[in-house]
């Protein structure tokens, strides 16, 4: 039995991976969803009552705990990462500690920006040095504009009150830093990156570009745009359609060689 670690992303904890966990388990596979530190328990608990220490939370930190997760497991996991959790699936693959991964909407390594104007407003927002180490209080207001701008302010009200969480703006910081770095010209397992087409927080664009920036001519990178989904595409509705995508994916390589396709395959 092959085993999926989920990444959760920033303003997100494990629960937001429930239809996935029941999905790939239902398929016969060990699923691991745990949140980041800090993270963990009910959303709106953890909204009305943000952990000391939260604003204080260190992108190295977060890695670490996946990084000791994978390593635990008696086989290589494959490993689903969401936005910042996209970023370290890379990281994690990078360092030898998965079998496939799959970075959905993900932050992209090495300070890689895009100059699309929903990341810049976004990104600002989060990181504003003039805030320190003040959480980011996320509220259903924000949570529909940036997070989940296809769905109307009534569609998010459910999934924003059982999934959103508050965050430390030092995780994004640091993803533009030392810990946010990947040698890119590295053999690697194969990659699967999936864009959604209206994204405001990470534009597919940027996601297309963190793909063809793997160099090594015998890895398998793979880059699956989807329209009308924003950065909530791992459950707005359709999302049915991605962990399929995925799905097959996972079939057609977990157990084929690690480095058995010598051209990047760029699939809008």
Known sequence: MKTIIFIHGMFQNAKSWEPWV??????????????????EGEPADL???PPTGLGELKLATVIEKYRQLAASQTEKPILIGHSVGGLIVQILVNEGL?????????????????????????SALIMNPLKGDEPFIMDLEGFQGAFA???????????????ATNDSR?????????????????????????????DQIIPYELCEKN????????????????AGK?????VEPGYEQV????????????NAPAYEVNEIKIDN
């Open 243 to 254: 962990i399929n995508t995925v799905s097959e994916w996972i079939n057609a390589h977990e």
């Open 230 to 234: 924003s950065h909530f595409i791992c």
């Open 149 to 163: 701008n296809t769905l109307s302010l009534e569609q998010v009200k459910e999934p924003f009150e059982r999934t």
């Open 47 to 49: 909204r009305a009552n």
């Open 98 to 122: 998965a079998l496939l991964g799959v970075p959905l909407s993900s932050v992209a390594p090495n300070g890689m920006i895009s100059l699309d104007w929903g990341f810049a407003k976004n």
């Open 22 to 39: 029941e999905y790939f388990r239902a398929k016969g596979y060990n699923c691991i969803a745990e949140s980041w530190p800090l993270h």
């Open 211 to 226: 793909a063809n920036a793997y160099t090594d001519e015998i890895s398998s990178t793979t880059y699956r745009k989807f």
């Open 170 to 198: 030092n995780v994004l910081r640091d993803c533009l830093g030392d810990d946010g770095k990947v040698d890119l010209d590295l053999p690697h397992v194969p990659l699967l990156f999936i864009a959604g087409e209206e």
